[in-house]
């Protein structure tokens, strides 16, 4: 067995993925990324209606994700109600695809010129700035809210 075969078998038990499997799912299946972000713990595995209390059913909808919860409900209390897998997630507000998002992390992380991206990507500069910043922001809060100790400051 290869080295690199060995160092994707490793990444791939240690829940690691690289830029080759992310650019799969770009081209995959909707469904396939859906599942694979539910899996991952990245979006909701199911979803409650917020006018019935009932269960919402995945729907393939005309949509960039492909699918969204709906609750579709006739008669007494009728309605007709759509989340987007997106909501409540990581990808909420993005106009992205959630391949697209995952991507774009995979490249901060790996410290990628925003020229890069772009090109790479199509997409703007002022949307890779955006969404690296806001990785910092959620790196930041989550280390402060890990952090058990006072930032800075004399120590007594």
């Known amino acids: 067995m290869s080295c690199r075969v060995k160092h994707r078998a490793f990444e791939s038990q240690a829940g690691m993925y690289d830029l080759e499997f992310l650019y799969g799912l770009k081209k995959g299946r909707k469904k ?3 599942a694979w972000c ?14 019935c209390g009932g269960k919402m059913v995945l729907t393939e909808i005309d949509c960039s994700d492909g699918y969204a919860w709906v609750c579709r409900k006739f008669g007494v209390n009728e309605h007709h109600i759509k989340r987007t897998v997106k909501k409540g997630s990581w990808f909420s507000e993005s106009k992205l695809t959630m391949p697209e998002v995952l991507i774009l992390t995979y490249l901060w992380v790996k410290k990628t010129p925003n020229e890069w991206i772009t090109d790479e990507m199509n997409v703007s500069e002022p949307t890779v700035v955006d969404w690296k910043s806001f990785y910092r922001e959620v790196c930041v809060d989550r280390l402060v809210k890990d952090s058990k100790e006072k930032i800075g400051g004399v120590t007594e």
Do not use: G
């Open 32 to 34: 396939e990324v859906i």
């Open 38 to 51: 539910m899996r991952m713990d990245m979006i909701a595995k199911e979803y409650v209606c917020p006018t």
